[in-house]
């Protein structure tokens, strides 16, 4: 009976703060909720223990939707710009990368815990990559929905106080294709076995993640993920990271704060710095001529020609 009232206090909890979070415009706040009362009872003595099936099934759900988020229009976009992402995706990961290395060096967190921490992308995906790979999942879930939370704030303060625009309402219970509802679990679960005898890191949110992305796009599937499905997975995945802090784990998650949130204030400026770049097009290399780029590359190769023909006339301006 203990153990009950235990698990319908997290739930409870979960539920509060999970809204009061959306409420304040997180994005997180599915999985941030949860992930907050599990550490509120964990620290408190409450012990409880998400178990290996159900924390597996979800990081499969989580696979899938990403797979589900991963368009064949994209593409199209990548190889009309890939120099531009290219150059910005690799400036991002050395840039995250040496403040990881700088927090390790100053002894605040664990070296792959920092890097991992310090890492951009989908906080979730990479608080799961992390553990896959040695480090500690709940310091790197902590540095994650940190900069999470950061990003909202300065979002909110930079649209005038108040915040982004408020997505639509979800239809929590709306019409379900049972069919597809079907094959999406079936991928969710049958992932995560593959990705365990195949000894795959992080193969039970990988293996959905692929699988499902190739199966969307060659017509086979379609990925139904209802809105209770997420939110059960969000909820199983922040109970899991949550419950597993302790009050000395807290301790010096609070102590190094404050140079996790300067390494992640010195993270955003540089991302917002490589945007404000990108927003303004690449400068062509004809220098000077107030040519501009949009990342065609038959509008390279011709901008390249025209500099050659430049650099053998002698100028160095347009006419």
Same mark, same amino acid.
């Given at each position: ?84 992402? $290219? !150059?910005?995706?690799? *400036?991002? +990961?050395? %840039?995250? /990368?040496? #403040?990881?290395?700088?927090? =390790?060096?100053?002894? &605040? ?83 995560? $076995? !593959?990705?365990?005898? *195949?000894? +795959?890191? %992080?193969? /039970?949110? #990988?293996?959905?993640?692929? =699988?499902?992305?190739? &199966? ?101 301006? =347009?006419?």
């Amino acid at each position: 009976m203990t153990i009950w009232r235990h698990w319908l206090a997290l739930v409870a909890l979960s539920a509060v703060l999970a809204v009061l979070l959306a409420g304040a415009g997180l994005p997180a706040a599915l999985l941030l909720g949860p992930m907050l009362a599990g550490i509120a009872l964990a620290v408190s003595g409450r012990a409880l223990d998400v178990p290996g099936r159900p924390y597996a099934l979800a990081q499969g759900v989580l696979g899938c939707m990403m797979a589900r988020a991963m368009p064949l229009s994209v593409t199209g976009e990548v190889m009309g710009h890939w120099p531009i992402l $290219v !150059v910005g995706i690799a *400036a991002v +990961i050395a %840039a995250s /990368a040496a #403040l990881g290395f700088g927090l =390790a060096r100053l002894r &605040l967190l664990p070296g792959t815990t920092a890097v991992w921490g310090s890492s951009p992308g989908a906080a979730s995906a990479m608080v799961l990559m992390a553990e896959a790979y040695g480090a500690d999942p709940r310091l790197v879930a902590f540095m994650q929905y940190t900069r999470v939370i950061l990003v909202t704030v300065i979002a909110s303060a930079v649209a005038g106080g108040h915040g982004p625009e408020r997505l639509q309402a979800v239809e929590w219970f709306g019409p379900i294709d049972g069919q597809a509802l079907a094959a999406t679990l079936a991928l969710a679960l049958l992932g995560p $076995v !593959v990705a365990a005898r *195949a000894r +795959i890191p %992080a193969g /039970a949110m #990988l293996v959905p993640l692929v =699988a499902g992305t190739l &199966l969307v796009h060659a017509g086979v599937m379609t990925i139904e993920l209802p809105p209770p499905l997420l939110a059960l997975a969000y909820a199983l995945l922040g109970w899991c990271i949550g419950l597993r802090f302790t009050p000395g784990l807290l301790r010096h998650a609070l102590r190094a704060l404050p140079a996790i949130v300067a390494a992640m204030l010195v993270l955003i400026a540089l991302c917002e710095v490589q945007g404000g770049l990108g927003r303004g097009r690449m400068r062509d290399l004809v220098g000077d001529a107030g040519t501009w780029w949009d990342g065609n590359p038959q509008e390279y190769r011709h901008l390249k020609k025209i500099r050659s023909e430049m650099r053998r006339s002698g100028f160095r301006k =347009a006419i």
